[in-house]
T-cell receptor, first 113, second 112 residues
Framework: NAGVTQTPKFQVLKTGQSMTLQCAQD?????MSWYRQDPGMGLRLIHY???????DQGEVPNGYNVSRSTTEDFPLRLLSAAPSQTSVYFC????????????FGSGTQLSVL | GQQVMQIPQYQHVQEGEDFTTYCNSS?????IQWYKQRPGGHPVFLIQ?????EVKKQKRLTFQFGEAKKNSSLHITATQTTDVGTYFC????????????FGTGTRLQVTL
């Protein structure tokens, strides 16, 4: 099993550009989520999904869209990148939800100029 | 909104010294999880505590969940350089079953 795979590992965008961060897991996990990590602020939840076709907002959803068309994939879309979205993004998944351990991907470091 | 704070933010110890990080929630938690993130890495699950007053040990690491289920601690005995990293606690967001709120983290540096 590859676990949780995130691509790309690094990305530089210009303000206003759009892009999609990919996340895939091969563990048949129902729950998937996206976090951003900024210095001194821990991990903040952007969006999450409890199963294919179901998504919901986390703490900091503005500027981001998600979809969950399959159990395996949970892409995160930046609609119009802003410098405030410069961060490290982590995708995480678990079998059924937050009351069991999360498996994290290796992260995407995003810079918006 | 719900807040999960950790103290200290940063601690620098010499190898062999003990280390403790504290996690405090503004609301009662049904359970609490602990994660470790090595520099440049991703968070890795360490343990989950569920019961009030629960204590669990993993080798040199001791985890406690407070009686009121609003605080928790992680104690490392005789730190080693392999303990370097940031330790996060995390608990379910109040009022939802699907949002996990992470603490602000404690960064541990260990030198010889």
């Amino acid at each position: 099993n590859a676990g949780v795979t995130q691509t790309p590992k690094f990305q530089v965008l210009k303000t206003g550009q759009s892009m999609t961060l990919q996340c895939a897991q091969d563990m048949n996990h129902e729950y998937m989520s996206w976090y951003r990590q900024d210095p001194g602020m821990g991990l903040r939840l952007i969006h999450y999904s409890v199963g294919a076709g179901i998504t919901d907002q986390g703490e900091v959803p503005n500027g981001y869209n998600v979809s969950r068309s399959t159990t395996e994939d949970f892409p995160l879309r930046l609609l119009s990148a802003a410098p405030s979205q410069t961060s490290v993004y982590f995708c995480a998944s678990s079998y059924t939800g937050i009351n069991e351990k999360l498996f994290f991907g290796s992260g995407t470091q995003l810079s918006v100029l | 909104g719900q807040q999960v704070m950790q103290i200290p933010q940063y601690q620098h110890v010499q190898e062999g010294e003990d280390f403790t990080t504290y996690c405090n929630s503004s609301t009662t938690l049904s359970n609490i999880q602990w994660y470790k993130q090595r520099p440049g890495g991703h968070p890795v699950f360490l343990i989950q505590l569920v019961k009030s007053g629960e204590v669990k040990k993993q080798k040199r690491l001791t985890f406690q969940f407070g009686e009121a289920k609003k605080n928790s601690s992680l104690h490392i005995t005789a730190t080693q350089t392999t303990d370097v990293g940031t330790y996060f606690c995390a608990g379910p967001h109040t009022g939802t079953a699907s949002k996990l709120t992470f603490g602000t983290g404690t960064r541990l540096q260990v030198t010889l």
